[in-house]
């Protein structure tokens, strides 16, 4: 037990990352069974929860294991830190909304696939309740291991740039089996704006989650900011969405393909 604990001090990260994939993918691929992803529609939700138990109990299990009660302590503390100036607060919220509507505005020039649905949609209240609460779950569970352990560990090494590099492109490719179907990737999307949007956009706004994280010290705040990242998501919802990449066609909920958003009364 010593050797193995010695192991896991020395090696976190990469005890946390391998962690991290075998709860996600292993908890995706047992739910979604023998037929593979994508799967029916109702179990879509159960999926995605499944998706975020790695970064979660991986984060929980190894700060214990590596820091003991003293950095749960940190970990807690860091949770119910919200005290920070108003800025960090701005940028949490409206980083993502603001960069993703820009981007989709200027592509709706070329195709009304990309109209954000915000704009279109008969129940703009149901969408936004929506795109809030599933934000905040998948904040919470997704940082208390990403920012709540990763993030500080790398930071003793690297600096902000580097660490939210490394960081934002591990949380890529955690996101990758959401894209696989049956032994190929999908077609929902092409493949360029699929590894784009993985290992671009994804790691790019991971370093802006890492410097506010390195300037104000709180979870919380970066939770919101992941929050509102999945919000506008879900408002927005873009081509590249994961629900419509893990639910199948079999329970009459067709995958959404870029170019094909049906327009207004319609």
Known sequence: MTKATDFIKRRSLLV????????????????????????????????????????????????????????????????????VSARWYAVAFFAAPLSTVVVLLVLSLFSPAFTPS???????????????????????????????????????RYSVFTTGLIVGLMWGAWHFIMFWEND?????????????GLFAWLPAYRILMVWVYDRTESLFVVILMHASLVATMIITEPPLIGEDLLTSKRECLPLRRPFQRPLPGH
Do not use: C
């Open 16 to 83: 946390y990352f391998t962690l991290t994939f075998i709860i996600s993918w292993g908890a995706v691929l047992i739910l979604a069974g023998p037929n593979g992803i994508p799967v029916a529609a109702d179990q879509a939700v159960a999926l995605g929860m499944a998706l975020l138990l790695g970064p979660s109990v991986a984060g929980i299990l190894l700060t214990g294991l590596t820091s003991g009660r003293d950095g749960l302590h940190r970990l807690l503390a860091h949770l119910l830190r919200w005290r």
């Open 184 to 196: 190929s990737f999908s077609g929902a999307l092409p493949l360029a704006i699929l590894l784009a």
């Open 118 to 156: 915000i704009l279109i949609s008969d129940e703009k209240a149901s969408l936004i309740l929506t795109g809030f609460v599933a934000g905040l779950m998948v904040g919470i569970f997704e940082e208390l291991g990403w920012t709540g352990f990763a993030t500080p560990k790398m930071r003793l």
